[in-house]
Nanobody
């Protein structure tokens, strides 16, 4: 049974940083893309970043390029999202996701979500 358990998140001032973690279980790490989506109040859930099974292919949404870094540690079955230079528009619930495909079109598994709030 696949489970994605997130940690991190919280309240941070604009310009600050947060690091999100997501521990995956019940899947073979190298066969899955792992990534992150986010959903702000009144908005659709949007793609943020993804990383392929061995970490060789990484994709970012234009809105976070140069500020966010996705990485994974397959020995720990964990994916990370380092968020720097945070802006108010980054405020959202962030969801960890997994799929055998790229995650650009769909996700097979989801975490519970963690709130990120950026204040000024």
């Amino acid at each position: 049974q696949v489970q994605l358990v997130e940690s991190g998140g919280g309240l941070v001032q604009a310009g600050g940083s947060l690091r999100l973690s997501c521990a995956a279980s019940g899947l073979a790490s190298v066969t899955y893309f792992l990534g992150w989506f986010r959903q702000a109040p009144g908005k659709d859930r949007e793609f943020v970043a993804s990383i392929s099974g061995r970490g060789w292919s990484i994709t970012y949404a234009d809105s976070v390029k140069g500020r966010f870094t996705i990485s994974r540690d397959n020995a720990k079955n964990t994916v990370y999202l380092q968020m720097n230079s945070l802006k108010a528009e980054d405020t959202a619930v962030y969801y960890c996701a997994a799929d055998r495909g790229t995650l650009l079109g769909k996700a097979s598994y989801w975490g519970q979500g963690t709130q990120v709030t950026v204040s000024s």
